[in-house]
């Protein structure tokens, strides 16, 4: 399965799972704008089920949305704003259309991410990015794994591909670098820290389950052995796991 299959196929989980923690990054990389969002026309780039838009439009914005899974694009579609089917590399738009380009965790899954900022320049003014730090981690991982593998899941080809991606533009230094070899002059790039101490256990597996690496996997599953994977994956996280900490990469550059 290629991966914009798998995130065409895991639209429904990344709503009930990942968009308790991507929602809220989202909200504060746009807040993290050097420019006004009110007002201004905002490309949605990689936007999955729309947490960016959303956070955009509440801010003001005039919001079109674009991604290469179609599958995200559909979910929820009556309460979006306009959306196209569009590789962040050869963008359907002409140059200058957008204001802000928002890529919050897509250009990271470029092989060449640079591509994708030279790509960004062309058809916007602003881009407002975010990608991971490339210590971000957390436990709930190896425990989501372990359990899903128990019953034959295994990594999908193009995951260590992405990872590799996204560990190569994990620093404040190598974002920078990543946004110059793009044309593009950086404005602001922070290492940022935020919080979720509300999360469950089970919330946290929900996430690691409804990525798009697992979700078709666990979505196949019968009903009763999925509720067992995600029991497995709660006991072997354990009753106390540390809080999550999301370690990410913010940038904007013009």
Known sequence: MSMGSAYSDSAAQWAD???RIYGR????????????IR???VLDLGSGTGLGSRAALTAGARVVAADVALGMLLEGRDARPPAVVGDAVT???RDGAFDVVLAAFSLNHLDRPEQGVAEAARVGGVLLGSTYAADDDHPVKEAVERSLAEVGWSRPAWYDLVKESMTSWGTV?????????GQMRPVRVDKVEVSFPELRPEDLVAWRMGLAQSAPFVAALPPQQRAERIRRAVELLGPSPPRLVRRVIF????
């Open 25 to 36: 990054l989202a909200e504060l990389l746009v807040a993290f704008s050097p420019v006004p």
């Open 91 to 93: 963008l359907p738009f």
């Open 173 to 181: 230094d190598a974002a920078t670098a990543v946004l110059r070899r």
């Open 251 to 254: 940038l904007a550059a013009a």
């Open 17 to 19: 799972g990942p968009a």
């Open 39 to 41: 007002g201004s026309r």
